[in-house]
């Protein structure tokens, strides 16, 4: 879609009619309940990229904006879907902890064919099933999310997705992927942010709350993002960089994530105000 977005090359015509070829085939493949919904929301989003593309062109040089505005224009299409077919947010839930517990099954269901293979130490056992309790509470937890989760991949796909084109199109148009370091959205945002939270706090509006709960999920996840863009530019600006910050990064974020999250969420909600990058770069002159 985007190799077709403006007069491409034979070329781009070329690769485009592969990409979509190659998603038709999985849509039409589709058999069971979550395969069936997960070839529904490729559906939605690309009609919401595609109006997207209409309404904010990526050559604008507002590749984060374009992004939000497909992410928003597949929400309302899915919300009137689920109303004109008569689904129900239970349904659609049941369905996606169902897949999710199966998988669950399949992994702990091969672990324990291997642990019983093997001379484990005393008390691996427990571990093992305090493992698959943790994960089985995730479940529920993804299920409940599986909105803001989606969105949320979907927004990194679509990133992958701008990167493919830049590579593949003879002629591309608009700006690169921006660096995490300038990861940055309409600070207006925030608002939806807090009207999600005040779902959940405000009492009385039990029906909103599973609302609130994936559109916290969805913003927070863009404000960590965002914060996490402060933090690298803040490192780049103190001369810390390169693979060895990369990596410092990633153990930080396999050992200490919630801590990390919170943090890079506070510093993204606070960027709202403050714009520590501005006043970095104003520092610099």
Request: net charge positive; aromatic share 10%; charged share 15%.
């Amino acid at each position: 879609m985007l190799l077709l977005h403006r007069a491409p090359a034979r070329r781009d015509v070329l690769f485009a009619a592969l990409w979509l070829g190659w998603a038709l085939a999985g849509v039409l493949a589709a058999t069971d309940p979550w395969t069936r919904l997960e070839a529904a929301w490729v559906c939605l989003f690309a009609g919401g990229l595609l109006v997207a593309l209409a309404l904010k062109p990526p050559e604008l040089g507002d590749l984060i904006g374009t992004g939000l505005s497909a992410a928003a224009w597949a929400s309302v299409a899915g919300v009137l879907l689920l109303t004109l077919t008569g689904s129900s947010w239970p349904e659609l839930r049941w369905i996606a902890e169902h897949h999710f517990r199966d998988q669950l099954r399949f992994v702990t269901d091969r672990l324990g064919v291997v642990m019983l293979g093997m001379e484990v130490e005393s008390g691996a056992a427990g571990r093992f099933d305090t493992m698959v309790a943790t994960a089985d509470a995730t479940v529920s937890v993804a299920a409940a999310l599986l909105p803001a989760l989606l969105l949320l991949q979907s927004l990194a796909a679509l990133a992958l997705a701008w990167v493919l084109y830049r590579w593949t199109a003879r002629e591309p148009v608009g700006v690169r992927l921006p660096r995490l370091s300038e990861f940055r959205f309409n600070d207006h945002l925030i608002w939806g942010l807090i009207l999600a939270v005040l779902t959940i706090v405000v009492p009385g509006l039990g029906r909103l709350q599973a609302l609130g709960e994936n559109l916290t999920a969805f913003f927070g996840g863009l404000y960590v993002a965002r914060g996490l863009g402060v933090v690298a530019a803040l490192a780049a600006a103190g001369g810390v960089g390169g693979p060895v910050a990369w990596l410092f990064g990633i153990l930080m974020l396999v050992f200490l994530l919630p801590l990390v999250a919170f943090s890079a969420l506070a510093v993204g909600v606070l960027d709202t105000w403050m714009d520590w990058r501005k006043r970095l770069a104003a520092l610099k002159r």
